[in-house]
């Protein structure tokens, strides 16, 4: 990836922001209350046409490329309507949606439906007409409402939250049904994706994690990728590479080959003793007493799951079909199943300079959008060869 754009000008730090499908330019929200569009000059540099100031912190947004419509959810739970002229050089605002008592923590627009689906830190997730502003349904949460994704054609909308959970509604025009919840995340839930060819979802948590959900396979399969080490903020997928990015605040942006078969991370086994040497550990008085021996520490085989001890399990290896790219605990059984072919990485790991909590494809344009918490928009073309696993 090699950076050919650095916007400055935002006084706090960058919410959201998106490229431009039919211009040389940027949509950006930042805390110092502004929305900027940032228009390509002709000695390349970009500099904004519109710079508008809204009564309150906007949050987050969701940009119609087609209709021109922006809809911004503002940190007092209030979700404003602009549209775009032409040449991206004003906005005119339409209307506000009531929508939340507390900030608005994400937004979808759906033409086809004429919906806007939003979530707050209200714990409540509401779906509007988008055409009259009129509230359609809701539906309450125990936790704070983190992230959003809607299926058009099935008419599920996947909603996370602050524990890590991800629950699954069917909704209708006026009402909505629990499909089912899913439990993978042991924090919080940064971002979510849905890939609606393959019918995938896509999590991001704050436990440096990222969980795809094979919705569409029915057997509830999901395949963990662990490749970032620090909290994972945002997702964006290429459907020319088949190939998943995930930006972290670790200053790292990984490619993901979701070509690949993947197998999912093994359940982790439960034993008061070790299942290799069978040594008692630590809160097994019982064995301790009877062979005289002091309990040691527990681990597990992130290959198989096994409960073992640290002599048992003394070397480590990456796991890339499992997702591990960083070498994790292995048990003496298993490592010898390893080799140089089995250990071929299915990640790919490019620097972001700087810590990403936003970011962007246009894969017409080969560009990759990624913002920080240094106030700046970096521009960065995607040199597709460098994202190939042959």
Request: proline share 3%; aromatic share 10%.
């Amino acid at each position: 990836m090699e950076l050919v754009a650095r916007l400055e000008g935002h006084e706090d730090i960058i919410n959201q922001a998106c490229i431009l499908q039919d211009e040389d330019g940027v949509l950006s929200i930042s805390e110092d209350k502004t929305i900027r569009i940032w228009l390509k000059r002709e000695r390349g540099s970009y500099w904004p046409s519109v710079c508008h100031v809204l009564p309150f912190a906007p949050s987050c947004f969701h940009f119609d490329q087609n209709l021109k419509r922006i809809f911004v959810g503002l940190d007092s739970g209030t979700i404003s309507e602009f549209s775009v002229t032409d040449d991206f050089n004003r906005i005119e605002h339409l209307r506000y949606f009531s929508s939340h008592q507390g900030k608005v923590t994400g937004i979808l627009f759906s033409n086809t439906c004429k919906w806007l689906l939003s979530i707050g830190r209200d714990k409540q997730f509401h779906w509007d007409d988008s055409e009259t502003g009129s509230r359609l349904g809701s539906h309450s949460f125990q936790h704070i409402c983190t992230s959003v994704q809607f299926d058009t054609q099935s008419k599920h909308v996947f909603v996370a939250e602050q524990n890590g959970r991800i629950t699954m509604l069917k909704l209708e025009q006026s009402s909505c049904k629990h499909v089912t919840t899913l439990h993978g995340h042991q924090a919080s839930i940064r971002a979510l994706l849905w890939e609606p060819l393959n019918k995938w979802l896509f999590s991001a948590g704050a436990d440096h994690m990222i969980i795809c959900w094979d919705i569409g396979g029915r057997k509830g399969s999901a395949y963990e990728l662990q490749g970032h080490r620090a909290r994972v903020t945002s997702l964006c997928y290429s459907k020319l590479k088949r190939t998943l990015l995930s930006g972290s605040e670790d200053c790292t942006i990984v490619g993901w080959n979701m070509e690949a078969k993947r197998t999912e991370t093994p359940q982790w086994s439960d034993s008061d003793n070790c299942q290799r040497c069978n040594k008692p550990f630590f809160w097994n008085f019982r064995s301790m007493y009877e062979t005289k021996t002091i309990g040691i520490r527990q681990h597990h085989c992130r290959n198989c799951g096994k409960a073992i001890c640290g002599d048992c399990s003394q070397r480590k290896s990456t796991i890339p079909t499992i997702g591990f790219e960083f070498p994790v605990r292995i048990c003496d059984d298993c490592f010898p199943l390893f080799s140089d072919a089995t250990r071929k990485p299915l990640a790919k790991f490019f620097n972001a300079q700087h810590h990403v909590n936003c970011m962007d494809l246009n894969e017409s344009k080969g560009l990759l959008l990624t913002t920080g918490y240094d106030r700046t928009i970096s521009l960065s073309t995607i040199s597709w060869p460098a994202l190939s696993f042959a």
